[in-house]
């Protein structure tokens, strides 16, 4: 007859192959594992005193293009503006003006684009100005965006009630010629990283958030 009990180490090995699978998968990511071992709660979102939904980002320094070869071996998609965007060698590129230092903690809050409940009114410039006078926000460089897309995963942006979270850095130029914002998006095929169009009637959907730093105090 078959031991009806389920040892302690047959029940561990049991989560150790979950937990394996859903990382696999990218149900599960390794911020979440690291909490998990240091004896936090990995399936919480930390709050400022506003409400809004505060990341912790660490600074890689990497150019552009390390960008999408990194992003892109993890299974994360990027629009062809959105490449554009990052190998730009132009004054206003990517690797001119927007990389991070490496190294260096970033502390991101995440302010919901339905905060602006009138469609016409929900610009970038009106949702900048409201992160930077009201919260006392700064804008943020387009290198947050490849950070928080790869630390944030499809289900945790669901469950944060975003089907995108932009950045509001100064724009970047596509071949176009056109200033685009960098943006992470989540979709039923893929989690990509996007360029949008950043003009002055542009209008954001109010189901997604905007990144903005957070000051050190």
Known sequence: MANAVILPGERLAGLQVDMLQKLRSGHRNLDELD?????KNPFTFERNEHGHIVLTL???NLTGAQEIERLETLD???DKYAKECLVSTNADGYDAKHRLIAGQV???ALMPTKEIECDSDR?????RERGIKQYGYAKPLAGIVP???EK???KQMEEMGFRYIAAPHDTIKDTDGDPDLLCARRDGDGSWVN????GPVYQWLDGGAFAFLVPAR
């Open 35 to 39: 909490l998990f071992l240091q004896g």
């Open 58 to 60: 660490t600074g890689l």
């Open 76 to 78: 994360f998609r990027f």
């Open 106 to 108: 970033y502390k991101v």
């Open 123 to 127: 610009t970038t410039a009106n949702l």
């Open 147 to 149: 950070r928080y897309r």
């Open 152 to 154: 944030v995963s499809d």
């Open 195 to 198: 360029a949008f169009w950043d």
